[in-house]
């Protein structure tokens, strides 16, 4: 759990006083708030916070400045979070998925088929139910602004073209190190297999797994698609990016660095979206182009296979389980084809 904080956190604990004073905020200095992450600096979440960065400053004239650290300068993704846990650091972005293990109400995102499309998504993270999810996160020593973007999650293989669930039979399919993710794939009739994403490609290379599965970006830049041959648009999990400030350092803000913070962050996330878009369209047609053979699947078929996880839901995890339920019920005023009752 991240609540208990790993040794590294521990140790950069010690360094928060110094940073505290470089960060301060004097009578004609601007207030300086850092924000770390692992992503690269072409990656539309990274471009989103620059713009962020930006627009705090115009909507501050220049009295409220975010400085963004990429490519893992101030840690890993798990490193950033327990260093804004802790105040060390004052933003980061973070997988609703590694949030999951330390705001229970994020795993919601990790469980499969739930949207409809993104317009059920959006309408949902936008709406009261997101909201409170990101609400959920001042519990914890954090405290949530937006979602952004990172698309929907799909199968990928070497050598084996998937068409539906009884096809995943025994397929041995790299996945993240998370309960509702190694759940999926065996409802679905997969063997999973944690492992860490650095040492995907070669496991992809040497037969270790048969596949894994990603958004199109990341099967993109990655390189998995040079590997992989067949890739399965299921779209199983939609789970969202969250841009998170220490609640340490929002309760040193002012009313009114707090509303030019939130209104930046609100402002960043349709741009994050247009990148977002740009990226996957791009990155799919150089996908296409190289080779790798797309496979449309019935996406109601592998709905069904995965049902008893929601069964299993409704008895292990009620509270989740009522979110659930909330959720389709958002699905354009439809009846829940999850039986989310």
């Known amino acids: 759990m991240l609540s208990s904080l790993s040794s590294w956190a521990r140790g950069v604990a010690a360094s928060a006083a110094v940073s505290l004073a470089v960060a301060g905020c004097g009578p ?93 998504k959006w309408s949902v993270l936008e709406g009261t139910i997101g909201k409170q999810i990101l609400a959920d996160c001042d519990k914890y020593l954090l405290h949530g602004l937006c979602y952004y973007e990172t698309g929907s999650r799909s199968f990928y293989f070497v050598s084996r073209p998937v068409h539906r669930p009884s096809d995943l039979q025994g397929l041995k399919i790299r996945v993240m190190e998370g309960y509702w993710s190694i759940r999926t794939v065996r409802a679905l009739g997969g063997f999973p297999v944690p492992i860490a994403f650095r040492e995907l490609r070669e496991a992809l290379e040497q037969g270790v797994v048969d596949g894994a599965e990603n958004n199109i970006p990341t099967f993109r830049n990655a390189g998995h698609y040079r590997i992989c041959r067949y890739y399965v648009f299921d779209r199983h999990t939609s789970p969202p990016d969250v841009l998170v400030v220490s609640r340490k350092t929002w309760d040193r803000l002012s009313r009114k660095e707090r509303r030019w913070l939130q209104q930046a962050a609100e402002e960043s996330v349709a741009r994050q979206r247009e990148f977002w878009a740009e990226a996957e369209a791009r990155d799919m047609e150089e996908i296409r182009k190289a080779g790798v053979t797309w496979i449309e699947v019935d996406r109601e078929e592998f709905r069904r296979q995965a049902q008893p996880i929601y069964d299993e839901l409704r008895k292990s995890h009620p509270e989740l389980y009522r979110l659930v339920a909330q959720i389709q019920a958002k699905a354009n005023n439809a009846p829940s084809e999850l039986d989310a009752r």
């Open 28 to 120: 004609t200095q601007p207030r300086v708030l850092r924000l770390g992450h692992a992503l690269d600096t072409q990656h539309p979440v990274h471009r989103a916070l620059e713009y962020l960065s930006r627009r705090a400053s115009e909507l501050s004239g220049g009295r409220l400045r975010i400085d963004v650290y990429p490519d893992g300068q101030l840690g890993n993704e798990r490193e950033c979070l327990e260093s804004v846990q802790i105040g060390f650091l004052d933003m980061t972005k973070v997988s609703s998925s590694i949030l999951e293990n330390l705001v229970p109400s994020m795993a919601v995102f990790s469980l499969p088929y739930l949207f409809e499309d993104q317009e059920h």
